[in-house]
């Protein structure tokens, strides 16, 4: 388990310990949910977007998802490696070069 999914497992065993795995579900779902929508604002389809709201949001999905994470033992610092190299050997020739 990396440093950050430690620091959330010591502040959730604080806390009492872990949800269901289907409650910890819902969290990341609720929590993906508020991120949408504050993209929503940041790109004028909404009003008044913050990107410090934004950052915020990202840091709850993160949490939610680590959560989950440390619940099945996973370390999501090598999932997301082996996700990068995934893309990297699928769908290298993709892209179309512009950052967007």
């Avoid at 009003?47 to 949001?57: H, Q, S, V």
């Avoid at 990068?84 to 950052?99: I, L």
Wanted: aromatic share 8%; charged share 35%; hydrophobic share 35%.
């Amino acid at each position: 388990m990396n440093e950050h999914q430690q620091r959330v497992d010591e502040l959730i065993r604080e806390f009492g310990g872990y949800w269901n795995p289907f409650e910890m579900l819902a969290a990341l779902m609720e929590e993906i949910g508020e991120l949408a929508d504050e993209l929503l604002k940041i790109e004028g389809i909404k009003e008044n977007g913050d990107p410090e709201k934004l950052r915020e949001e990202l840091g709850d999905v993160m949490f939610a998802l680590s959560c989950i994470a440390n619940y099945y033992n996973v370390d999501l610092l090598n999932a997301l490696e082996e996700s990068v190299r995934k893309y990297r050997e699928r769908d290298g020739d993709r892209w179309s070069g512009t950052d967007g």
